[in-house]
T-cell receptor, first 114, second 109 residues
Framework: DTAVSQTPKYLVTQMGNDKSIKCEQN?????MYWYKQDSKKFLKIMFS???????INETVPNRFSPKSPDKAHLNLHINSLELGDSAVYFC?????????????FGPGTRLTVT | QKEVEQDPGPLSVPEGAIVSLNCTYS??????FMWYRQYSRKGPELLMY????GNKEDGRFTAQVDKSSKYISLFIRDSQPSDSATYLC?????????FGRGTSLIVHP
């Protein structure tokens, strides 16, 4: 049974389009995260939600908007996609509200903007 | 200086070799030290977790932390081709999750 799942797994789209990525966790965790991993494998935090409340919002363009309808779901909507948005986006969850706890990662969504 | 530094590699070793992967950090607030393993086209998964300076062993893996020099190591004994992956160090204790860029390890038969 998948702990952290993401859809879609692959996303190919054109510049200027709007797209969403969905994430769900069935671990009962309180905290969920979105990360961006670029072509050099650098994993960078974008957002974190704890009990549906935004607690981390790193320097990310306003085109990126996270939404957490409940503790088990964290979605990422991206407006006006740009070439530089091409990357792998990982969703993760953890039991506690701080990053000292083990994080469980989803399989990633590979976004390609053409 | 970046908060967490890792040599990206790749590090290529023969099967059975002892592997040493290293990481340095700059933030003295880090108190928890984690190593994640990431296979190609997969999400990272926790491999080792340690709280303090010293060594922690788990099977073929040993994590070593030296807080005084802000240096973290992961040793893999009797390395196997299945160990081929990227290893990311992740010191914790500050508010923002922090990962090194990872070291790519290739273990060839």
């Amino acid at each position: 049974d998948t702990a952290v799942s993401q859809t879609p797994k692959y996303l190919v789209t054109q510049m200027g389009n709007d797209k969403s990525i969905k994430c769900e966790q069935n671990l009962g965790h309180d905290t969920m995260y979105w990360y961006k991993q670029d072509s050099k494998k650098f994993l960078k935090i974008m957002f974190s939600y704890n009990n549906k409340e935004l607690i981390i919002n790193e320097t990310v363009p306003n085109r990126f908007s996270p939404k957490s309808p409940d503790k088990a779901h964290l979605n990422l909507h991206i407006n006006s996609l740009e070439l530089g948005d091409s990357a792998v986006y990982f969703c993760a969850s953890s039991k506690g509200g701080t990053p000292t706890h083990e994080q469980y990662f989803g399989p990633g969504t590979r976004l390609t903007v053409t | 200086q970046k908060e967490v530094e890792q040599d990206p590699g790749p590090l290529s070793v023969p099967e059975g070799a002892i592997v040493s992967l290293n990481c340095t950090y700059s933030n003295s607030a880090f108190q928890y030290f984690m190593w994640y393993r990431q296979y190609s086209r997969k999400g990272p998964e926790l491999l080792m977790y340690t709280y303090s300076s010293g060594n922690k062993e788990d099977g073929r893996f040993t994590a070593q932390v030296d807080k005084s020099s802000k240096y973290i190591s992961l040793f893999i004994r009797d390395s196997q081709p299945s160990d081929s992956a990227t290893y990311l160090c992740a010191p914790g204790g500050s508010y923002i999750p922090t990962f090194g860029r990872g070291t790519s390890l290739i273990v060839h038969p």
